[in-house]
Protein backbone atom coordinates (compact mmCIF):
# COMPACT_ATOMS: atom_id res chain seq x y z
CA UNK A 1 0.00 0.00 0.00
CA UNK A 2 1.50 3.21 -0.98
CA UNK A 3 2.25 5.66 2.47
CA UNK A 4 -0.61 8.23 3.76
CA UNK A 5 0.26 12.52 3.78
CA UNK A 6 1.25 12.98 7.32
CA UNK A 7 -1.22 16.24 6.91
CA UNK A 8 -4.27 15.08 5.47
CA UNK A 9 -3.86 10.91 5.69
CA UNK A 10 -4.89 10.67 1.62
CA UNK A 11 -2.63 7.65 0.13
CA UNK A 12 0.18 9.39 -2.23
CA UNK A 13 0.31 6.84 -5.11
CA UNK A 14 3.16 8.40 -7.25
CA UNK A 15 5.56 8.43 -4.16
CA UNK A 16 8.24 6.75 -5.92
CA UNK A 17 8.03 9.00 -8.62
CA UNK A 18 10.09 11.94 -7.57
CA UNK A 19 11.98 10.95 -4.09
CA UNK A 20 12.97 14.16 -3.03
CA UNK A 21 14.72 16.29 -0.27
CA UNK A 22 10.69 17.51 0.83
CA UNK A 23 7.72 15.89 -1.44
CA UNK A 24 4.38 17.33 -1.78
CA UNK A 25 1.33 16.24 -1.02
CA UNK A 26 -0.78 15.83 -4.45
CA UNK A 27 -4.05 16.53 -2.30
CA UNK A 28 -3.24 19.17 0.06
CA UNK A 29 0.21 20.53 -0.80
CA UNK A 30 1.98 19.08 2.58
CA UNK A 31 5.81 19.16 2.26
CA UNK A 32 7.07 16.29 3.94
CA UNK A 33 10.57 14.37 3.93
CA UNK A 34 9.83 10.93 2.17
CA UNK A 35 11.67 8.94 4.69
CA UNK A 36 9.30 9.97 7.11
CA UNK A 37 6.23 8.36 5.17
CA UNK A 38 4.51 5.34 7.47
CA UNK A 39 4.25 2.31 5.72
CA UNK A 40 2.49 0.86 8.61
CA UNK A 41 6.01 -1.72 9.16
CA UNK A 42 5.90 -3.01 5.72
CA UNK A 43 8.37 -0.84 3.92
CA UNK A 44 11.07 1.87 5.27
CA UNK A 45 14.43 4.73 3.74
CA UNK A 46 17.04 4.59 5.60
CA UNK A 47 21.07 4.63 5.84
CA UNK A 48 21.58 1.65 7.60
CA UNK A 49 19.83 -1.72 7.47
CA UNK A 50 20.22 -4.91 9.58
CA UNK A 51 18.67 -7.78 8.06
CA UNK A 52 17.16 -10.99 9.44
CA UNK A 53 16.30 -13.94 7.17
CA UNK A 54 13.87 -17.31 7.80
CA UNK A 55 11.30 -16.14 10.13
CA UNK A 56 7.62 -14.73 9.36
CA UNK A 57 6.54 -11.20 9.23
CA UNK A 58 6.18 -10.05 12.96
CA UNK A 59 7.47 -12.95 14.19
CA UNK A 60 10.29 -11.23 16.07
CA UNK A 61 10.00 -7.95 17.22
CA UNK A 62 12.96 -6.05 18.53
CA UNK A 63 13.51 -4.95 21.83
CA UNK A 64 13.86 -1.47 22.99
CA UNK A 65 17.13 -2.21 24.24
CA UNK A 66 17.94 -3.82 20.85
CA UNK A 67 16.67 -0.71 19.01
CA UNK A 68 18.53 1.83 21.83
CA UNK A 69 22.07 0.04 21.50
CA UNK A 70 21.31 0.25 17.76
CA UNK A 71 20.87 3.91 18.10
CA UNK A 72 23.86 4.76 19.91
CA UNK A 73 26.10 2.72 17.54
CA UNK A 74 24.54 4.80 14.42
CA UNK A 75 25.84 8.37 16.47
CA UNK A 76 22.25 8.72 17.63
CA UNK A 77 20.18 7.89 14.58
CA UNK A 78 16.98 6.65 15.30
CA UNK A 79 16.19 3.16 14.14
CA UNK A 80 12.33 1.39 13.46
CA UNK A 81 11.66 -2.40 11.76
CA UNK A 82 9.35 -2.94 9.33
CA UNK A 83 9.11 -6.90 7.71
CA UNK A 84 9.64 -7.95 4.13
CA UNK A 85 7.95 -10.95 2.74
CA UNK A 86 9.47 -12.43 -0.65
Given amino acids: ?22 AECPHCGHRQDPA ?8 GFGRFLLKIENIFPQEAIPSPRLL ?6 SNGAPWHHFYQQD
Fill in 1 to 22: LPPRCEACRKRISDWQKAPRQR
Fill in 36 to 43: SYDFKQSA
Fill in 68 to 73: EVLQQA
